[in-house]
């Protein structure tokens, strides 16, 4: 990998767009800091320090500390990631969407322009949500209906210019945009993070313990990033036979593929999907000031906190832990089912004149590639459970209430490697390019 950025930076081009890319990621962080106005920033930290909650601090994740500083950057990408969820399911529900996803460019077009809209309608509900939900706790000091419009408009602006500048990436950096936009919000809160570690673990010890507590958490971290990357190259390749056939005087065919399978089918989806699932209900309740109750709905909520889970002085709430593990494995099935279709990739095999060994074509081979999925999307699931939830399991017995989790780790991995994929592919076009022009 530093083989490859080493020569990324030799070849005029290429260097250009990576500091395109570093020019962009620091506007990010220039736009993270400055405050919305008519926002008491100082007061809105200490509110976010006294109701502090998984709901908010999964949000403050991926918003890279602009929700807890409310810059005009707090909403951030969430929107456009939901609203792109929102159009894959959407795409299989609706013929017309469907039928434009296939059109190939132009109706790639026309899919976005609409994930577009549907981002600025989310963006501009939440900050109304938000605008009204924390003016009424005085968050918002001397709220009227100017100060909240301009609240607003700040909030679902900064989302905007956030997807904006994402595309930007895409279309004159390297690699995704929206995935490396969200990346970098994760990446700075890793220092802070670091620093609480160091605080809860380290300061004050002997060094002996000191030290031993440092080797612990630098060997877990090391620990789960492997096994991400072992879990996000893992793949089951399934072969494909293509019979001889005569295409004029050629014979044609013949050769041997197959069709790569990749264990963790659903990426972080699952995990995304299942927390925000379960935030969500802590969310309305932190914005309607009834967070801290003593009837059934609190009880539920805490449940539903990852902060409350596997804690040992509060054994009850931990039902939450199995509830999302059955909503990850949940959304990997469904996920899955949205965007890879058996029946379809099998009856692309049998047009062109490909069977799998010792399977016949058409349906038996859409009924053998279902039951492989199958065993593929738990195995992934598993996986990502695991790494999801060891983070959970350290803030629960020790404490370590830390925003940069397994979902985090998943994010970084997954993003970094397919950047680098993608300047690798662009070096090699290069150089084919060059061997060609001689």
């Not at 290429?14 to 620091?26: A, D, N, P, Q």
């Not at 990010?28 to 400055?34: A, D, F, V, Y």
């Not at 300061?203 to 990357?229: H, Y």
């Not at 017995?397 to 925003?403: C, D, I, K, L």
Request: charged share 15%; hydrophobic share 50%; net charge positive.
């Amino acid at each position: 990998m530093f083989e490859t950025l080493k020569n990324v930076f030799r070849v005029k081009e290429m260097r250009r767009k990576l500091l395109y890319v570093l020019w962009m990621i620091l506007v990010i962080r220039i736009g993270s800091q400055l405050p919305v106005p008519g926002v008491d920033s100082d007061f809105f930290k200490e509110w976010f320090a006294k109701n502090t909650g998984d709901a908010f601090n999964f949000f403050d994740a991926f918003t890279g500390g602009s929700f807890t500083q409310m810059s005009i950057f707090a909403l951030n990408i969430t929107p456009y990631i939901t609203s792109s969820i929102i159009m894959q399911l959407l795409t299989i529900a609706i013929p017309a969407l469907e039928e434009m996803q296939r059109d190939g460019e132009e109706g790639r077009k026309k899919i976005t322009a609409i994930t577009r809209y549907v981002t600025v309608g989310l963006a501009l509900f939440e900050s109304v949500a938000m605008a009204i939900g924390f003016g009424r706790q005085g968050l918002i000091p001397n709220m009227n209906f100017f100060k909240g419009l301009t609240v607003v408009a700040c909030l679902t602006a900064g989302s905007a210019m956030l997807m904006w500048i994402g595309e930007r990436i895409t279309e004159k950096g390297v690699g995704n945009g929206i995935s490396i936009v969200l990346t970098i919000n994760i990446v700075s809160r890793v220092p802070s993070d670091l620093s609480l570690l160091y605080e809860n673990f380290i300061k004050g010890k002997t060094i002996a313990k000191g030290l031993l507590a440092g080797v612990i958490i630098v060997a877990i971290i090391v620990v789960m990033v492997v096994f991400v990357l072992i879990l996000n190259g893992a793949e089951r390749r399934i072969p494909v036979q293509y019979s001889r056939k005569m295409v004029g005087r050629k014979l044609m065919g013949g050769q041997t593929t197959n069709i790569p399978l990749k264990v963790n089918t659903a990426g972080v989806i699952p995990v995304i999907f299942a927390s925000s699932i379960m935030s969500f209900p802590g969310v309305i309740a932190q914005l309607a000031g009834k967070a801290n109750g003593t009837g059934i709905g609190s009880e539920i909520i805490r449940g539903l906190s990852s902060n409350n889970w596997c804690n040992p002085s509060q054994p009850q709430y931990s039902w939450g832990l199995l509830l999302y593990i059955v909503l990850c494995v949940f959304f990997a099935y469904f996920y899955t089912s949205i965007t890879f279709n058996p029946l379809e990739v099998a009856d692309n095999i049998k047009k062109q004149g490909g069977f799998i060994p010792g399977i016949r074509p058409g349906k038996p081979t859409s009924d053998y590639l279902t039951k492989i999925l199958n065993y593929i999307i738990f195995i992934g699931a598993v996986g990502l459970i695991i790494v999801a939830v060891i983070p959970f399991f350290f803030n629960g017995v020790f404490g370590a209430n830390v925003s940069f989790g397994g979902t985090s780790i998943i994010i970084i991995v997954g993003v970094i490697l397919e950047t680098v994929k993608q300047i690798e592919s662009q070096m090699l076009v290069r150089n084919y390019k060059g061997f060609l022009n001689n």
